[in-house]
């Protein structure tokens, strides 16, 4: 199993990315995706959820209208835009896919770094 993510890099405060999550080794449609991040000296946080078919995005408090989840099983891809950055943003994000069938399954990406900063 893969979960290859892409799409960090360097933004100014104020702007927007998108990262993308691309999944190989493993039937997508039947896994729950998130986002997780780790900064500098601090746990790794959860960012952002999804479920199966992508109808529901789940969301902490503290992000839920800057940050959006989706995915498109098509492409065994899952996103998170990101919006409105702030510095206190810059981490290492991780995708992270997990299936429950008698026993947990769960998988992490290598993880992308994001950058905030003028």
């Known amino acids: 199993v893969q979960l290859q993510a892409s799409g960090g890099g360097l933004v100014q405060p104020g702007g927007s990315l998108r990262l993308s999550c691309e999944a190989s080794?493993?039937?997508?449609?039947?896994?729950?995706m998130a986002w997780f991040r780790q900064a500098p000296g601090k746990e790794r946080e959860w960012v952002a959820g999804?479920?199966?078919?992508?109808?529901?995005?789940y969301y902490p408090y503290s992000l839920k209208g800057r940050f959006t989840i989706s995915r498109d099983n098509a492409k065994n891809t899952v996103y998170l835009q990101m919006n409105s950055l702030k510095p206190e943003d810059t981490a290492v994000y991780y995708c992270?896919?997990?299936?429950?069938?008698?026993?947990?399954?769960?998988?992490w990406g290598q993880g992308t770094l994001v950058t905030v900063s003028s």
């Open positions: 992270h896919a997990v299936r429950f069938s008698g026993i947990w399954y769960t998988y």
């Open positions: 080794g493993l039937l997508f449609s039947t896994h729950v």
């Open positions: 999804i479920n199966w078919d992508g109808d529901n995005g």
